[in-house]
């Protein structure tokens, strides 16, 4: 069964950290460009950021650049999004999505972004950060 599968949510206090995990099972990941989104409650899904599968490249949002570092592990057919600094703007459910465009990461991003986007998504994971 193909799936992804976020982890690593949780609460915590304002300037603290947290990593998400992005784990694929049915597929290898080595071939899919992986994006992270989220969607705050009465707020569209916005794309945070993305690794390429081609060239290694990665995107971010302005919103995170500079806190956020996304990262894989194909050893463990794994995405990472280490998170620090956090705000509690960045509360939000995070999603994982793939998608086999050989692209840059950002050319990658507006893919997964388009409403006819076909590829995997995960079930989210809840991020809150609140004192």
């Known amino acids: 069964q193909v799936q992804l599968v976020e982890s690593g949510g949780g609460l915590v206090q304002p300037g603290g950290s947290l990593r998400l995990s992005c784990a694929a099972s049915?597929?290898?990941?080595?071939?899919?460009?992986i994006g992270w989104f989220r969607q705050a409650p009465g707020k569209e899904r916005e794309g945070v950021s993305c690794?390429?599968?081609?060239?290694?490249?990665?995107y971010y949002a302005d919103s995170v650049k500079g806190r956020f570092t996304i990262s894989r592990d194909n050893a463990k057919n794994t995405v990472y999004l280490q998170m620090n600094s956090l705000k509690p703007e960045d509360t939000a459910v995070y999603y994982c999505?793939?998608?086999?465009?050989?692209?840059?990461?950002?050319?990658?991003?507006?893919?997964?972004?388009?409403?006819?986007?076909?590829?995997?998504w995960g079930q989210g994971t809840q991020v809150t950060v609140s004192s």
């Open positions: 999505a793939a998608s086999t465009s050989p692209l840059t990461a950002a050319q990658a991003m507006g893919v997964m972004t388009s409403p006819t986007f076909g590829g995997y």
């Open positions: 690794i390429s599968s081609s060239d290694g490249s990665t």
């Open positions: 049915g597929f290898t990941l080595d071939y899919y460009a």
